[in-house]
C-alpha cells in the first residue's frame, strides 16, 4: 500500500526523454494513451485504434491473413541471410546449398525458408477460405477479395520461382514439368494454337527461341540463364509486386470499414 | 483383416471411383438445394459438423496416416519430407471447413429463430486494439514461429542429387500446390489445363464477388443463406483443386499412372493407351467413310458439341431452368457465370468421357495445336 505513490521501472521508463521521443506516448495505461500507442506507431497504426469485438475472436479470424504476413517478414529476414551465402550459378549453386546446412553456424535458415514458404501457401489458403465462409468479398470487399486472390497467384509464383534455387533434381524437374505449359501458351508459346499464324510468309514469329517459355527460362531449357532469372524474380522481381498489392491489401482494408461483421 | 481393409481403400482410391464418390456425395455434404437439404438431414450427415464429426473426421483421416506409415509403399510417399505440407494442408483444411461449417450451422439456427448471429456485437461496444489486438497478434506468431523453428530443426529440407538434365526422374512431379494443374494435364492438353484454365481460375476467383450478388451472409459464418455459392464454391476447391492434389500426391506414380496408396510403384506397369478422338468415333467408327481430309470437317461434330455446350445451352438455361435467376442477375453477369461455371464443370464431364469412352479429344486439330 505504501508503494502506491512510488512508480514502477517501465513507467519511470516511460516519462524518460529517451522513449518519449521514440514511442510518443508514455507506457499505455489510460484509455486515450492506449489509443494513442496505435495512432502514433507507423506499425501499429496499419490497425484501427478500437475495433468490434468480434474482430479479436481467433474462431472468426483465424489470424491467418496476419500469420501469411508475418511468414512473408520471415521468408524475407532468412531470404536475405541465405542470399550472403547463395550464388544464383549452375557451377556453386547445388554445393552452396550444401554449405548452407552444414558449414554455417544454426544452419536451419534453408529449414526455416522453405518450411515457411510451404507454410505460407497453406495460410494463404486458409485466409482465402475464411475470408470465403464469411462472405467477407461481399460488398463493398470485393476489389479488395480480387487483390487477394492476386497476391495468392504470386505467392504461388513466389513458392514456384524459389523451387529451382536449389538446383538438385527435385528442382530443375519441378520446374520443367511447370515451364512446359508455357510453350502451349496460345499464340505465344511455339505449341500452342494459333501460334503459326503468328508469322511472315513462311518466317515463324513464334518458335522455340521466341516465345514466353524462352523468356522465362532464358533459353531453350532450364539452365544457366533460367537459374539466374528464377533468382532475380524470386528475390526482387516478385517481391516487389507482392509489397505494392499488401500495401493497397491492407490499406482497402481500412478503407471498406475494417473487419467484415455482421450489421 | 489389415490387408482387406488396404485392399479396398487400394480399389477406393482410384481417381474414377474415389471421384465419383465425392461428387455424388458431395450435394448431401453441402445442400444446395432443399431436397439435398432434407437428404442431408433424415441420414444425419449434418451430424459431420458436429463436435463427434469433427472427432470422427480426424480419427479417420489419422487412421489412415497411421496404418500408411506402418505400410512399407505407402510409407514412401507419406515420409517423404516435401509431402509433409500436403499432410498439414489435409489436417487444416479439415479442421477449417469443420469449424466454419459448424460455426455456420449455429448461426443458421440462429437466425431461423430471428436472433442475430453469434459474431454480433453492439456497435458502439468496441475494444481497443492496444492491448486486445497486439497481444493476441505477438501470441500469435510466437506460436507460430516456435512450431515453425521445431518443425525446421526436426525436418531438414529435401535435397536430391545434383540437377541432371540427362536423366528424368519418373515420374517427375510439379511443386505440390500445382499438382492439381498436372492432373489436369491427364484429360486436357497443356494449353487448356496449364494456360486456360489457370487464367480462369484466377480471373473466376477474383469475379466470385461481383456474380453473386447475394447480399447475406456477409460477415459472419452462414450456410442457408447462400447455399448454391457455397456448394459451387466447396466443390471447385475441395474436390477439383485440394483432392486433386492429394490424388496427385499420394495416388500418381512412374508415368503419372495411378497407385493405390498401399500399391507397390511399378515403373512397369501396363496401362492400354487406348484413347480415341470424337472425330475417330465418329467417321471412323460410325459412318465408316474414313476421316476427310479437310480439318473443319473432319472435326465439325466437336465444333457443335463445343459451340453447343459453351454457346447454346446458357441461352436454353436462361430461357427456362434459370430464366428467373437470368432476369435477376442481367446478362453480363450471366454470361461470365456461365463461361467460368461450364468450363469448371467441363473438368468433371471430360473426365468422365475419358473413363466411359475413352474419349482422347473432342476437337482434335493437333496439326493447329487444337486440341480439347
Known amino acids: 500500500m505504501e508503494n502506491k505513490n512510488k512508480k514502477s521501472f517501465l513507467e519511470r521508463m516511460g516519462e524518460s526523454q529517451v522513449w518519449k521521443s521514440i514511442i510518443r506516448s508514455g507506457v499505455p495505461r489510460s484509455r486515450r494513451q492506449r489509443m494513442q500507442a496505435i495512432l502514433g506507431s507507423v506499425f501499429l497504426h496499419l490497425h484501427p485504434a478500437r475495433i468490434p469485438k468480434h474482430a479479436v475472436k481467433i474462431g472468426y479470424t483465424w489470424c491467418m491473413g496476419g500469420l501469411s504476413f508475418f511468414l512473408f517478414i520471415v521468408l524475407t529476414i532468412t531470404g536475405i541471410l541465405l542470399m550472403f551465402y547463395y550464388r544464383p550459378t549452375v557451377e556453386y549453386a547445388y554445393t ?30 486458409l485466409h482465402m477460405l475464411r475470408v470465403f465462409m464469411t462472405g ?102 516478385v517481391p516487389f509486386i507482392v509489397m505494392i498489392l ?18 | 483383416m489389415l490387408q482387406t481393409f488396404k485392399d479396398i481403400i487400394d480399389i477406393l482410391s482410384a481417381p474414377t471411383v474415389s471421384f465419383t464418390l465425392l461428387t455424388i456425395a458431395f450435394p448431401f455434404v453441402f445442400p444446395p438445394t432443399d431436397w439435398f437439404e432434407k437428404i442431408h438431414r433424415k441420414f444425419g450427415i449434418c451430424r459431420l459438423w458436429t463436435k463427434p464429426g469433427f472427432y470422427g473426421g480426424m480419427i479417420a483421416i489419422t487412421f489412415f496416416f497411421v496404418v500408411g506409415y506402418f505400410d512399407p509403399n505407402f510409407n514412401i510417399t507419406l515420409t517423404k519430407a516435401d509431402n509433409f505440407p500436403i499432410i498439414l494442408m489435409i489436417y487444416s483444411m479439415f479442421i477449417a471447413i469443420w469449424w466454419s461449417m459448424y460455426q455456420a450451422y449455429q448461426n443458421d439456427d440462429r437466425l431461423e429463430n430471428g436472433l442475430k448471429p453469434m459474431e454480433y456485437n453492439d456497435p458502439d461496444d468496441k475494444v481497443l486494439v492496444w492491448p486486445d489486438l497486439v497481444y493476441i497478434e505477438f501470441i500469435a506468431l510466437i506460436l507460430f514461429m516456435v512450431f515453425l523453428i521445431v518443425w525446421s530443426i526436426l525436418v531438414a529440407a529435401p535435397l536430391e542429387e545434383p540437377a ?11 511443386p505440390w500446390y500445382f499438382l492439381g494443374l498436372q492432373e489436369m494435364l491427364v484429360y486436357f492438353d497443356p494449353w487448356i489445363a496449364g494456360i486456360i484454365f489457370p487464367i480462369f481460375i484466377i480471373i473466376g476467383m477474383m469475379a466470385i464477388p461481383y456474380m453473386d450478388i447475394n447480399k447475406k451472409g456477409d460477415g459472419y459464418y452462414s450456410f442457408k443463406e447462400r447455399r448454391i455459392g457455397m456448394f459451387i464454391f466447396m466443390y471447385g476447391w475441395v474436390v477439383l483443386w485440394l483432392f486433386l492434389i492429394v490424388i496427385g500426391t499420394f495416388f500418381r506414380g512412374p508415368n503419372w499412372n495411378f497407385f493405390g496408396p498401399f500399391e507397390y510403384w511399378d515403373a512397369h506397369k501396363v496401362v492400354p493407351l487406348n484413347n480415341v478422338n470424337l472425330s475417330e468415333y465418329i467417321w471412323v467408327k460410325m459412318l465408316g467413310t474414313g476421316m476427310p481430309t479437310n480439318i473443319l470437317l473432319r472435326e465439325i461434330i466437336g465444333f457443335i458439341v463445343l459451340i453447343g455446350y459453351m454457346g447454346i445451352l446458357p441461352i436454353i438455361l436462361a430461357k427456362s431452368w434459370l430464366k ?47 486440341n480439347i
Not at chain 1, 523468356?215 to 531453350?220: E, I, K, N, T, Y
Open chain 2, 324 to 370: 428467373n435467376y437470368f432476369q435477376e442477375i442481367g446478362p453480363v453477369r450471366y454470361t461470365f457465370l456461365m463461361l467460368f461455371g461450364l468450363s469448371m464443370l467441363s473438368l468433371p464431364i471430360k473426365m468422365y468421357m475419358r473413363w466411359l469412352f475413352n474419349l482422347k479429344y473432342i476437337i482434335a486439330i493437333p496439326e493447329w495445336f487444337f
Open chain 1, 96 to 125: 552452396d546449398i550444401i554449405d548452407m546446412t552444414e558449414q554455417v553456424p544454426l544452419g536451419i535458415m534453408r529449414e526455416l525458408h522453405r518450411w515457411g514458404a510451404h507454410a505460407m501457401v497453406l495460410t494463404v489458403w
Open chain 2, 164 to 174: 541432371n538434365p540427362a536423366a528424368t526422374p519418373n515420374p517427375s512431379k510439379a
Open chain 1, 246 to 263: 499488401m500495401a493497397v491489401h491492407f490499406w482497402r482494408i481500412r478503407k471498406d470499414g475494417g473487419i467484415s461483421g455482421p450489421l
Open chain 1, 136 to 237: 467477407s468479398y461481399k460488398p463493398p470487399r470485393e476489389f479488395n477479395w480480387g487483390v487477394g486472390v492476386l497476391l495468392m497467384t504470386l505467392t504461388l509464383f513466389l513458392s514456384f520461382t524459389g523451387y529451382l534455387l536449389p538446383w538438385d533434381q527435385l528442382a530443375i524437374w519441378a520446374i520443367t514439368v511447370g515451364t512446359n505449359m508455357a510453350r502451349a501458351h496460345p499464340f505465344i508459346g511455339h505449341e500452342g494454337p494459333g501460334a503459326s499464324l503468328l508469322a511472315i510468309g513462311d518466317i515463324n514469329l513464334v518458335h522455340a527461341g521466341s516465345d514466353v517459355r524462352f523468356a522465362l527460362l532464358g533459353g531453350r531449357f532450364v539452365g544457366e540463364a533460367s537459374l539466374l532469372r528464377f533468382y532475380v524474380l524470386h528475390c526482387i522481381g
